[in-house]
Every structure is written in structure tokens, then in C-alpha cells.
């Protein structure tokens, strides 16, 4: 028998052209601050892990660009006419027949939102969270707020004193002195890709 040649299996990467860096999302995370420590429970399950302050050695965080666009149907040419009106004129309206007014609108919204990430010591993935869909009640207790960006000012304190010898970079450092935030990203893939150098 010939040995026939089986096409190989495109990697996922190769396929779409796209390669995630390794990431975990994180459910929930907890400061023990007595301790220094805290517990991170991973979105996607498993055993909590502890991790001592030592072992964060860096935080990012950026602001991402969400983009969507939404068509809106175009809105009635004036009065819906009768059976009647349209027998006695003979022909419709001249709104229905000019092209410019059958089509509808585009909305274009553009939404910001926030993610963290944190490189932690010996693991290969890069740990992060969407601030819009995280939980900052279990990590700030009492300090949470209903406002997401405030939540998130305070995360970014509590991390920073959390972990002084970690690395931060300029969101961190932007949100810690209160100055301008950098300029958002386009995709969380393009932030994962510029803390994964």
C-alpha cells in the first residue's frame, strides 16, 4: 500500500489568523490585606488560588473601544393614504418614489470600557477582567459603589498597595496620579498582545 498524503489539520492561528496570548478572566478576587494575600477565583472554574503580594509582578490596564452601529428604518413620508386617495390621484406620493428617502439611518455608539490584567509569578497566562461584568463588591466590601469607573479607581489603589514592587504601567500610573488616562485601545486582543511583550 502507498502511503497516501492527508492534508494536515490547520492550527486554530493559522486558520484565522489570529494567536491569543494564554489568558484566564477572573471571577472574583479577594484582598487579604493582613495576610498579604489574596484568592482569585477564575471565571472558567477550578480551585481558588492564592497569591501572596510577592508574587504579582506586574499591572496593566487600558481603556478598550467598542464600536456598534446600529441602522435605524426610515420613518413614515407624512400620512398613510387610503385605498381611496390613491385611486382618485393615480400614482403614490413623490416621497415613495425618491431614493434618497427609502433608506434609513446608521447610529454609530461608541463605548468605552476597562480591563485590568496582572502578570503573576511563574504562570504563563495573563490573568485580567473586564471591569464592566466584575463583581467589585467582593474586593472592595463597603467601598463599592454603583459607578463602575469609581470601583475601579479604588481596585486600581487597593492593587497598587497591594503589590508596591509590582511593575505598573501608564494606565496605572495615570489612575494612581490622576492624570489623563492614555488613549483607548481598539480590541482587548490588541491590549492583551501590548502587556504579552
Do not use: C
Not at 418614489?97 to 455608539?109: I, K
Not at 509569578?121 to 466584575?134: G, I, V
Not at 509590582?166 to 496620579?177: E, I, M, N
Request: hydrophobic share 40%; net charge neutral; proline share 7%.
Amino acid at each position: 500500500m502507498e502511503e497516501q498524503n492527508v492534508p494536515a489539520i490547520p492550527r486554530q492561528e493559522d486558520e484565522f489568523g489570529v494567536s491569543m496570548p494564554p489568558n484566564a478572566r477572573i471571577g472574583t478576587l479577594v484582598f487579604e490585606i493582613l495576610e498579604r494575600r489574596m484568592r482569585v477565583q477564575l471565571a472558567d472554574g477550578g480551585d481558588e488560588r492564592v497569591i501572596a503580594a510577592e508574587e504579582l509582578r506586574a499591572l496593566y490596564g487600558a481603556r478598550i473601544r467598542h464600536v456598534s452601529v446600529t441602522r435605524v428604518p426610515p420613518k413614515s413620508q407624512g400620512v398613510a393614504l387610503s385605498s381611496t386617495a390613491l385611486k382618485a390621484t393615480g400614482r403614490l406620493p413623490h416621497s415613495n418614489l425618491d431614493p434618497s428617502q427609502r433608506h434609513g439611518t446608521e447610529v454609530v455608539n461608541e463605548d468605552l470600557y476597562y480591563a485590568i490584567a496582572l502578570r503573576i509569578d511563574k504562570l504563563p497566562e495573563l490573568w485580567y477582567l473586564n471591569a464592566s461584568s466584575f463583581n467589585f463588591r467582593k474586593s472592595l466590601g463597603d467601598s463599592a459603589t454603583y459607578s463602575t469607573e469609581l470601583n475601579l479607581k479604588e481596585f486600581v489603589r487597593r492593587l497598587a498597595r497591594f503589590a508596591p514592587d509590582a511593575v505598573r504601567d501608564g494606565f496605572f500610573t495615570a489612575v494612581l496620579q490622576g492624570s489623563p488616562l492614555p488613549p483607548p485601545l481598539d480590541s482587548l486582543l490588541e491590549f492583551f498582545r501590548l502587556v504579552s511583550r
